[in-house]
Protein backbone atom coordinates (compact mmCIF):
# COMPACT_ATOMS: atom_id res chain seq x y z
CA UNK A 1 0.00 0.00 0.00
CA UNK A 2 1.66 3.26 -0.95
CA UNK A 3 0.29 6.83 -1.80
CA UNK A 4 2.67 8.81 -3.87
CA UNK A 5 2.18 12.85 -3.79
CA UNK A 6 3.74 15.03 -6.37
CA UNK A 7 3.38 18.35 -8.20
CA UNK A 8 5.00 20.55 -5.47
CA UNK A 9 7.28 23.39 -5.79
CA UNK A 10 8.57 26.89 -5.57
CA UNK A 11 5.43 29.61 -6.98
CA UNK A 12 5.18 33.27 -6.52
CA UNK A 13 2.52 34.54 -4.11
CA UNK A 14 -1.01 34.75 -6.28
CA UNK A 15 0.36 31.36 -8.51
CA UNK A 16 -1.66 28.25 -8.87
CA UNK A 17 -0.20 24.69 -8.39
CA UNK A 18 -1.84 21.64 -8.79
CA UNK A 19 -0.90 18.93 -6.59
CA UNK A 20 -1.48 14.93 -7.31
CA UNK A 21 -1.67 11.85 -5.07
CA UNK A 22 -1.44 8.55 -7.22
CA UNK A 23 -2.83 5.03 -4.49
CA UNK A 24 -0.82 2.00 -5.61
CA UNK A 25 -2.11 -1.37 -3.74
CA UNK A 26 -5.62 -0.54 -3.02
CA UNK A 27 -8.79 1.37 -4.89
CA UNK A 28 -9.13 4.90 -3.83
CA UNK A 29 -12.06 4.87 -4.41
CA UNK A 30 -13.33 2.49 -1.64
CA UNK A 31 -11.48 5.71 0.64
CA UNK A 32 -12.06 9.03 1.14
CA UNK A 33 -9.09 11.12 -0.06
CA UNK A 34 -7.53 13.76 2.10
CA UNK A 35 -4.95 16.08 1.45
CA UNK A 36 -3.24 17.88 4.81
CA UNK A 37 -0.48 20.33 5.27
CA UNK A 38 2.19 21.07 8.18
CA UNK A 39 3.68 24.52 7.97
CA UNK A 40 7.71 25.24 9.96
CA UNK A 41 6.93 25.27 13.53
CA UNK A 42 3.19 24.11 13.33
CA UNK A 43 1.19 21.30 13.95
CA UNK A 44 -0.66 19.46 11.18
CA UNK A 45 -3.90 20.28 9.65
CA UNK A 46 -6.38 18.96 7.74
CA UNK A 47 -7.17 20.89 4.23
CA UNK A 48 -9.40 19.10 1.63
CA UNK A 49 -10.98 16.19 1.74
CA UNK A 50 -13.92 14.22 -0.79
CA UNK A 51 -15.56 12.31 0.36
CA UNK A 52 -16.18 8.18 -1.53
CA UNK A 53 -19.34 9.99 -2.57
CA UNK A 54 -17.79 13.07 -4.36
CA UNK A 55 -18.91 15.23 -1.28
CA UNK A 56 -15.96 17.63 -0.58
CA UNK A 57 -14.60 19.73 2.61
CA UNK A 58 -12.87 22.64 3.43
CA UNK A 59 -11.78 24.32 6.26
CA UNK A 60 -12.29 28.47 6.21
CA UNK A 61 -8.52 28.68 5.49
CA UNK A 62 -8.58 27.35 2.11
CA UNK A 63 -12.36 27.17 1.20
CA UNK A 64 -13.03 29.19 -2.30
CA UNK A 65 -8.92 29.37 -3.38
CA UNK A 66 -8.23 25.19 -3.10
CA UNK A 67 -10.49 22.62 -4.93
CA UNK A 68 -10.34 18.57 -4.27
CA UNK A 69 -11.13 16.27 -7.22
CA UNK A 70 -10.68 12.54 -8.08
CA UNK A 71 -10.05 10.39 -10.55
CA UNK A 72 -10.97 6.94 -9.81
CA UNK A 73 -10.28 5.71 -13.15
CA UNK A 74 -6.55 6.70 -12.30
CA UNK A 75 -6.75 5.60 -8.77
CA UNK A 76 -5.64 9.53 -8.07
CA UNK A 77 -6.54 12.32 -6.14
CA UNK A 78 -6.11 16.34 -6.93
CA UNK A 79 -5.39 19.69 -5.08
CA UNK A 80 -5.93 22.86 -7.36
CA UNK A 81 -4.22 25.42 -4.98
CA UNK A 82 -5.14 29.31 -6.62
CA UNK A 83 -4.44 32.67 -5.25
CA UNK A 84 -1.47 31.08 -2.94
CA UNK A 85 -0.01 33.56 -0.73
CA UNK A 86 3.85 33.05 1.72
CA UNK A 87 1.18 31.40 4.32
CA UNK A 88 0.56 28.35 2.11
CA UNK A 89 4.28 27.60 2.64
CA UNK A 90 4.26 23.82 3.68
CA UNK A 91 4.97 20.29 3.41
CA UNK A 92 1.89 18.83 1.76
CA UNK A 93 0.51 15.22 2.43
CA UNK A 94 -2.45 13.18 1.08
CA UNK A 95 -4.16 10.80 2.66
CA UNK A 96 -7.00 8.55 2.67
CA UNK A 97 -9.72 7.76 5.48
CA UNK A 98 -13.15 5.46 6.22
CA UNK A 99 -14.56 7.75 7.68
CA UNK A 100 -18.59 8.93 7.33
CA UNK A 101 -18.89 12.06 5.32
CA UNK A 102 -20.14 14.73 7.36
CA UNK A 103 -16.60 13.90 9.36
CA UNK A 104 -13.37 15.90 9.55
CA UNK A 105 -10.57 13.64 9.27
CA UNK A 106 -7.71 13.67 12.44
CA UNK A 107 -4.13 12.70 12.06
CA UNK A 108 -5.53 9.51 13.97
CA UNK A 109 -8.17 8.76 11.47
CA UNK A 110 -6.04 8.41 8.94
CA UNK A 111 -5.66 4.70 7.20
CA UNK A 112 -2.44 5.58 4.44
CA UNK A 113 0.00 8.46 4.34
CA UNK A 114 1.35 9.52 1.74
CA UNK A 115 4.96 11.19 1.65
CA UNK A 116 4.88 14.87 1.84
CA UNK A 117 5.82 17.29 -1.10
CA UNK A 118 7.11 20.64 -1.01
CA UNK A 119 5.44 24.11 -1.47
CA UNK A 120 6.86 27.49 -1.14
CA UNK A 121 5.47 30.75 -2.14
CA UNK A 122 7.46 33.45 -1.98
CA UNK A 123 6.47 37.03 -1.91
Known amino acids: VQLQAYGGGLVQAGDSLRLSCTAS????????GDWFRQAPGKEREFIARIHRSGGTQYPDSVKGRFTISRDNAKNTIYLQMNSLNVDDTAVYYC??????????????????WGKGTQVTVSS
Open 95 to 112: AADRLVLSAVPRDRDVAF
Open 25 to 32: GFRFRDYS
